[in-house]
C-alpha cells in the first residue's frame, strides 16, 4: 500500500508541474480579455466549484460550522481574507503579466516565489524561536 501511495504523489507532483508549465500558455490565449475580467471569472468559477464539491462530499454542516467558528474569532476571519487578499493580488498580477507578453517573467516569479516565502517564513519563525 506504501508503494501504491508513493506512486500516486509521484505522479500527482509531476502532473502537478506540467499543468504549472502550461498554465501560461492558456492565460496567454486569452490575452484580449482583460485581466481583471479573467481573475473574477477564476473567482467565481473558483466559488461555484467549492460549493458543487463540499455538497458532493456532504460536508456542508462542516463547512457551515467552520465559517461560524471562523467569524467568532476576529483575528483569524482578519488573518483568513488578509490570505485572501494576497492570493487574489498573486493570481491578478500572473494574468496581468502574462496578458502583456512577459510570459517567461511570471514563469520565474512563480518559480522563485516559494523560494522566497521559505527564506522569509526560515527568517521569521527563526527570530519567533528565538524570542519565546
Known sequence: MKKNETTIGIL????????????PIYWKLGQEVPALEILAYRVVWSFVFMVFLIAALRKSR????????????PKTAL?????????T???FIFIFTVNSGHVTEASLGYYINPLVNVLIATVF????????
Open 62 to 73: 462542516e463547512v457551515l460550522l467552520e465559517i461560524k467558528s471562523i467569524f467568532n474569532r
Open 89 to 91: 493580488a498573486n493570481w
Open 125 to 132: 519563525f527563526k527570530r519567533t524561536s528565538q524570542s519565546g
Open 79 to 87: 488573518l483568513i481574507t488578509l490570505a485572501a487578499i494576497l492570493v
Open 12 to 23: 500527482a507532483g509531476a502532473m502537478a508541474y506540467v499543468l504549472w508549465g502550461v498554465l
